[in-house]
C-alpha cells in the first residue's frame, strides 16, 4: 500500500540522492542498505532486487517469516534498536530506513542520531511515519470522539484511542510528530546534512493506492482490538466500535484522509569521500 502511494521503495524527491549513494564504489568497498524495524522484510528485498550489488540488512526484535527465499544478498537480524547501533561499524551504510518504528522507539531522537553515525558521507537517511490522526475532507483533523458530535468517524475514534493506549506506556510512541524537526536541528548543529527535506502528504489522490489504503484500513479495528480491550474497554464495546469502523471504511460515504510524513537527508561529504565509478544516468532507477 505504501509502495503504490509513494510511486516507489521511497519518497522520488530522494531517488537521485539514493541512486548516487548505492552507486557502485572507487573504494571497492561493498554498498550496504540498513532498514530499522524491518517486520516483512518486504522493503528489504525489493531493495536488494533493485540494487543486487548491494547488500540489504533488515533488523527487527523477530525474523520475518518468507513464502519463498529472499534474494541471496539480502540479511536478516535480530536486534533491539532500542539499544542503539553500536553493532555496526560506524559510517558503513549507504542507506538508513526507518519506517513507521516510533511506536516502539523509546527514544528516537537518539536512534536519529545513531542513525546519522552509522551512515557514510553521502549517504541517505530515510523516514518515512502515519500520523495517527484522521483528516476530513477539508482537510482537517477529526477531534469528535463521540457519536453525537459533528463529524464523529469511528474510524477516528479506533486509531485515536489505540494510539493513546500505546502512549500510554511508551511515551514517545508519537515522536514521529517532531522527526521532521529534529533532523532539521541535527544539521544546524553537529550532525551536519548535505541536503534535507520533509515531504507531507505523498500522493494522496493516487486511485490505486487509496483502493490498497481503504482495505488495509478496513481490517485495523480487528488488528488493534488486543490494545483497546488491554486499555479497559469493554469487549462489547470494542467489537461494537470494530463492526462500525469496518462498514464506515468500506462504505466511504465520508471522505477520510491519513498523512505520511516523509523525510530524507543526505549526510555531508567530504572533499575526499568517494564518489561513484558510474554516472547517474546509468543506475538503476526505482521500481
Same mark, same amino acid.
Given at each position: ?17 539514493? *541512486? !548516487?549513494?548505492?552507486? &557502485?564504489?572507487?573504494?571497492?568497498? @561493498? ?15 525489493? $531493495? ?5 550489488? %548491494?547488500? %540489504? ?7 520475518? =517469516?518468507?513464502?519463498? /527465499?529472499?534474494?541471496? =544478498?539480502? *540479511?536478516?537480524?535480530?536486534?533491539? %534498536? ?10 558503513? &551504510?549507504?542507506?538508513?530506513?526507518? *519506517? ?10 537518539d536512534l536519529l542520531k545513531h542513525a546519522y553515525n552509522v551512515l557514510r558521507p553521502g549517504g541517505v537517511l530515510l523516514t518515512v511515519d502515519c500520523d495517527m490522526l ?10 469528535? $470522539? ?5 463529524? &464523529?468517524?469511528?474510524? =477516528? ?11 500510554? !506506556? ?13 533532523? +532539521?536541528? $541535527? ?13 507531507? !502528504?505523498?500522493?494522496?489522490?493516487? &486511485? ?13 479495528? %480487528? ?9 479497559? =474497554? @469493554? ?16 462504505? $466511504? ?5 491519513? +498523512? ?8 555531508? !561529504?567530504? @572533499?575526499?569521500? @568517494?564518489?561513484?565509478?558510474? /554516472? ?8
Amino acid at each position: 500500500m505504501l509502495k503504490a502511494a509513494l510511486g516507489g521503495l521511497y519518497i522520488h524527491q530522494a531517488a537521485p540522492a539514493v *541512486r !548516487r549513494a548505492l552507486a &557502485f564504489r572507487k573504494d571497492g568497498d @561493498p554498498n550496504l542498505i540498513l532498514d530499522i524495524g524491518t517486520g516483512s522484510g518486504c522493503w528489504v528485498i525489493d $531493495m536488494a532486487k533493485q540494487y543486487p550489488h %548491494a547488500e %540489504a540488512i533488515g533488523m527487527d526484535l523477530a525474523p520475518p =517469516n518468507f513464502a519463498s /527465499p529472499p534474494p541471496p =544478498n539480502t *540479511r536478516f537480524e535480530c536486534d533491539d %534498536a532500542n539499544h542503539g547501533l553500536t553493532q555496526y561499524f560506524p559510517e558503513s &551504510f549507504d542507506v538508513v530506513h526507518c *519506517r513507521c518504528i516510533t511506536i516502539g522507539i523509546a527514544n528516537y531522537h537518539d536512534l536519529l542520531k545513531h542513525a546519522y553515525n552509522v551512515l557514510r558521507p553521502g549517504g541517505v537517511l530515510l523516514t518515512v511515519d502515519c500520523d495517527m490522526l484522521v483528516y476530513n475532507e477539508n482537510q482537517e483533523p477529526i477531534l469528535a $470522539m463521540s457519536e453525537d458530535k459533528p463529524g &464523529f468517524s469511528w474510524l =477516528n475514534l479506533v486509531v485515536s484511542t489505540s494510539i493513546q493506549a500505546v502512549v500510554n !506506556r511508551n511515551p514517545g510512541a508519537k515522536d514521529y510528530l517532531h522527526t521532521s524537526r529534529w533532523i +532539521k536541528e $541535527m544539521g544546524e548543529n553537529d550532525y551536519p546534512w548535505e541536503e534535507y527535506v520533509q515531504g507531507d !502528504r505523498v500522493n494522496r489522490g493516487e &486511485f490505486i493506492a487509496a483502493q490498497l489504503m481503504q482495505e488495509d484500513f478496513s481490517n485495523v479495528g %480487528a488488528t488493534l482490538r488486543p490494545v483497546l480491550l488491554a486499555c479497559g =474497554n @469493554p469487549e462489547e464495546t470494542v467489537d461494537l466500535w470494530i463492526r462500525e469502523q469496518e462498514a464506515e471504511v468500506r462504505g $466511504m460515504k465520508a471522505k477520510l484522509y491519513l +498523512k505520511w510524513i516523509c523525510n530524507w537527508a543526505v549526510k555531508k !561529504r567530504s @572533499p575526499a569521500s @568517494p564518489t561513484s565509478e558510474k /554516472p547517474e544516468s546509468e543506475l538503476p532507477s526505482q521500481a
